[in-house]
């Protein structure tokens, strides 16, 4: 008999997709997006900030919250106790990426009659990754199909690894994870960006990500800047780019005046730990790679900022 889930995270619904069991979906988080159909599943989650405006703005908004020790999501209890669900997936990795376990678990307790068993997930590093996915399939009672999954997205990743180890140059990146305040990509990225063929400049495996200032990007000086922002898609992300080259210390990047700062969709490839890591991953191979990878990325998860650079420049002079 199928199981009735729920899941509160973008990722794990794509976990649950790729497993063969999107059918048994329910209800949804008001980010998950993928497949586009999860769209007509009733959201039962919504944040208690305005999500428009500059990243600036949004920070602000979300520092707000944070600092009054409650959580940056509601969820709609009542609406969930009606789904009946007998599995909700969420996460704990990131306490401004979904809701809170503790109000998660308040809600199963009083409010859902079905008492649903909760698979919260923690993907700090890529071996995290795989953990969580064998965990929603346990959960969902394919195990056997979890690991075949797993299997398949490891050895697509692994074929790009061993590629990327016959480069003779490996470029120091630097990933912009937030524009304004400035911070790195940490987690799964930098495992990433090496098994693509390049260095990390500030983001450690396994760990948060660094908040930066401007004067940390000067003096790194990285080869390639990747701008993809949590939660922006490609058109977002290309939009609040103003605010980088605008900046008086803009013109002063390697990168800029080699023509290499590529704009990333954060929000479907970057920022999610789930089946799509591979298409991540292909895109920082054939970013940093060109001549050695192609898998025909640009224009849909990346594109390249070579004519706001110039423009940068101009307005920093």
């Given at each position: 008999?199928?199981?009735?889930?729920?899941?509160?995270?973008?990722?794990?619904?794509?976990?649950?997709?790729?497993?063969?069991?999107?059918?048994?979906?329910?209800?949804?988080?008001h980010?998950?997006?993928?497949?586009?159909?999860?769209?007509?599943?009733?959201?039962?989650?919504?944040?208690?900030?305005?999500?428009?405006?500059?990243?600036?703005?949004?920070?602000?908004?979300?520092?707000?919250?944070?600092?009054?020790?409650?959580?940056?999501?509601?969820?709609?209890?009542?609406?969930?106790?009606?789904?009946?669900?007998?599995?909700?997936?969420?996460?704990?990795?990131?306490?401004?990426?979904?809701v809170?376990?503790?109000?998660?678990?308040?809600?199963?307790?009083?409010?859902?009659?079905s008492?649903?068993?909760?698979?919260?997930?923690?993907?700090?590093?890529?071996?995290d990754l795989?953990?969580?996915?064998?965990?929603?399939?346990?959960?969902?009672?394919?195990?056997?199909?979890?690991?075949?999954?797993?299997?398949?997205?490891?050895?697509?990743?692994?074929?790009?690894?061993?590629?990327?180890?016959?480069v003779?140059?490996?470029?120091?990146?630097?990933?912009?994870?937030?524009?304004?305040?400035?911070?790195?990509?940490?987690?799964?990225?930098?495992?990433?960006?090496?098994?693509?063929?390049?260095?990390?400049?500030?983001?450690?495996?396994?760990?948060?990500?660094?908040?930066?200032?401007?004067?940390d990007?000067?003096?790194?000086?990285?080869?390639?800047v990747?701008?993809?922002?949590?939660?922006?898609?490609?058109?977002?992300?290309?939009?609040?780019?103003?605010?980088?080259?605008?900046?008086?210390?803009?013109?002063?990047?390697?990168?800029?005046?080699?023509?290499?700062?590529?704009?990333?969709?954060?929000?479907a490839?970057?920022?999610?730990?789930?089946?799509?890591?591979?298409?991540?991953?292909?895109?920082?191979?054939?970013?940093?790679?060109?001549?050695?990878?192609?898998?025909?990325?640009?224009?849909?998860?990346?594109?390249?900022?070579?004519?706001?650079?110039?423009?940068?420049?101009?307005?920093?002079?």
């Open positions: 008999m199928p199981l009735r889930v729920v899941s509160l995270i973008a990722s794990s619904t794509e976990m649950i997709c790729a497993l063969g069991c999107g059918e048994w979906l329910v209800g949804r988080s980010e998950c997006d993928w497949p586009s159909w999860v769209q007509r599943l009733p959201a039962i989650t919504s944040p208690k900030f305005e999500a428009d405006g500059t990243s600036y703005q949004i920070d602000q908004r979300v520092r707000a919250i944070v600092e009054q020790g409650v959580s940056v999501y509601r969820v709609d209890a009542a609406a969930l106790a009606a789904l009946e669900p007998d599995v909700i997936v969420t996460q704990v990795q990131c306490e401004v990426c979904a809170s376990l503790r109000d998660l678990e308040e809600a199963a307790c009083t409010l859902i009659p008492r649903p068993r909760i698979v919260a997930l923690e993907p700090n590093a890529l071996a795989w953990r969580d996915l064998d965990r929603v399939a346990d959960a969902l009672g394919v195990a056997e199909r979890g690991q075949a999954v797993a299997h398949s997205l490891r050895q697509r990743m692994r074929e790009i690894a061993v590629r990327a180890e016959a003779s140059r490996r470029p120091r990146v630097a990933m912009i994870e937030w524009i304004d305040p400035l911070m790195a990509a940490g987690n799964w990225h930098p495992e990433l960006i090496a098994m693509a063929g390049g260095e990390d400049v500030f983001g450690r495996p396994g760990e948060h990500a660094p908040w930066l200032v401007w004067e990007l000067v003096g790194a000086d990285p080869d390639v990747v701008v993809a922002p949590c939660g922006f898609d490609l058109t977002r992300t290309r939009r609040e780019s103003e605010a980088l080259v605008t900046h008086p210390s803009w013109s002063r990047l390697r990168a800029v005046h080699e023509g290499r700062v590529l704009l990333a969709d954060g929000n490839y970057f920022n999610r730990p789930g089946p799509r890591v591979v298409e991540c991953l292909e895109t920082l191979a054939e970013v940093l790679h060109p001549d050695l990878f192609h898998f025909g990325h640009e224009g849909r998860a990346w594109e390249r900022l070579v004519a706001r650079a110039v423009a940068g420049e101009s307005g920093a002079s």
